[in-house]
T-cell receptor, first 114, second 112 residues
Framework: DTGVSQDPRHKITKRGQNVTFRCDPI?????LYWYRQTLGQGPEFLTY????????KSRLLSDRFSAERPKGSFSTLEIQRTEQGDSAMYLC????????????FGPGTRLTVT | GESVGLHLPTLSVQEGDNSIINCAYS??????FIWYKQESGKGPQFIID?????DKRQGQRVTVLLNKTVKHLSLQIAATQPGDSAVYFC???????????FGTGTRLLVSP
């Protein structure tokens, strides 16, 4: 399977704990995006990388959230001191700069904060 | 699995019917639009896209229509099949900006 992969698929954590999610984009895709989706809503943009550079962050991304893409390939999204309001599906997408906008999504990581 | 869009508008059709899903977008400066299909527990799946210099684009069994005057987008699915049952989202993007802005989804239910 050469699509976007995410790990883990599901994560249950207690409030106050830290969690980290991983995204592996489609090979050779130089752009990588993180979105968050809550029940009944469309995905909301969090941040994006072009290669290893994080070029845009949404105001939704509080200082408890940090994302990295150290070698321009896979990315991690960490949430510190999780809150119940962080419960959502975290989606990763990737695209190729030359393609002009088409983003391919992974299956998501479902986070439940208890 | 996860249920996406518990309170979404719903379109119910019979297998074999044609389906039309509508979307109103918000930003008149948007120049690129995508339709995604999302099944329960899965990420959005690309269906078809269209740029603002076009009014219509056709794919396999799907057609997207763009009316920039009223900022309206529609997705037509021909000969709808039970496997088309999912939540459908439109998304908009503007040149120079990377994020996609998603609209309210529509749940499509196809009865055999």
């Amino acid at each position: 399977d050469t699509g976007v992969s995410q790990d883990p698929r599901h994560k249950i954590t207690k409030r106050g704990q830290n969690v980290t999610f991983r995204c592996d984009p489609i090979s050779e895709h130089n752009r990588l995006y993180w979105y968050r989706q809550t029940l009944g809503q469309g995905p909301e943009f969090l941040t994006y990388f072009q290669n290893e550079a994080q070029l845009e962050k949404s105001r939704l991304l509080s200082d408890r959230f940090s994302a990295e893409r150290p070698k321009g390939s896979f990315s991690t999204l960490e949430i510190q001191r999780t809150e119940q309001g962080d419960s959502a599906m975290y989606l990763c997408a990737s695209s190729l700069l030359s393609q002009g906008g088409e983003q391919y999504f992974g299956p998501g990581t479902r986070l439940t904060v208890t | 699995g996860e249920s996406v869009g518990l309170h979404l508008p719903t379109l119910s059709v019979q297998e074999g019917d044609n389906s039309i899903i509508n979307c109103a977008y918000s930003n008149s400066a948007s120049d690129y639009f995508i339709w995604y299909k999302q099944e329960s527990g899965k990420g959005p799946q690309f269906i078809i896209d269209i740029r603002s210099n076009m009014d219509k684009r056709q794919g396999q069994r799907v057609t997207v229509l763009l009316n920039k005057t009223v900022k309206h987008l529609s997705l037509q699915i021909a000969a709808t099949q039970p496997g088309d049952s999912a939540v459908y989202f439109c998304a908009e993007n503007r040149w120079g900006f990377q994020k996609l802005v998603f609209g309210t989804g529509t749940r499509l239910l196809v009865s055999p």
